[in-house]
């Protein structure tokens, strides 16, 4: 298996119904967040429904990694430590990931939140084509 990173890059605004269930079950309800999928036909159809809304693309370890560690959230005020994934049975965020990759664990039943959320990508979002890990990467620089 592998991950997906989705970014929620449009607002709320006139979006249909069937759409807005489809963010809602991805876990994007807000412009600038994003999530990290497992990834499936199920999941690929869902991000394809929804596709003017979301920019999507596959995630390497690493950067998935990465991204527990600085974004993850355990409530709306408190950061994912390693502490706290001590407590729950799970000794560091890499293994965290793995779990999560091998659809060993559910984020939901061990507290984390399944969702991140970003600031503003910085210097916007580019006009051109561009990657849900250059998005991540413009969210995610130094500073916020």
Known sequence: MSLLIAIRIKGTINVRE?????LEMLHLKRKFNATVLRDSPVVRGMLQKAKDYV?????????????FQKRGRVS?????????????GINSFE??????D?????LKLIGV???????????GIPRRKYTAL???????QNGN
């Open 134 to 140: 250059e998005l991540l990467e413009r969210m995610t």
């Open 76 to 88: 709306k005020r408190r950061r994912l430590t390693l502490e706290y994934l001590n407590s729950k």
């Open 102 to 106: 091998e659809g060993k664990i559910k």
């Open 113 to 123: 939140k399944p969702y991140f959320g970003l600031p503003p990508p910085k210097k």
């Open 18 to 22: 069937d759409v807005k269930r489809t």
């Open 55 to 67: 920019v999507w693309q596959e995630l390497p370890f690493e950067k998935a990694v990465e991204l």
């Open 95 to 100: 293994t965290l990931v793995k779990l999560y």
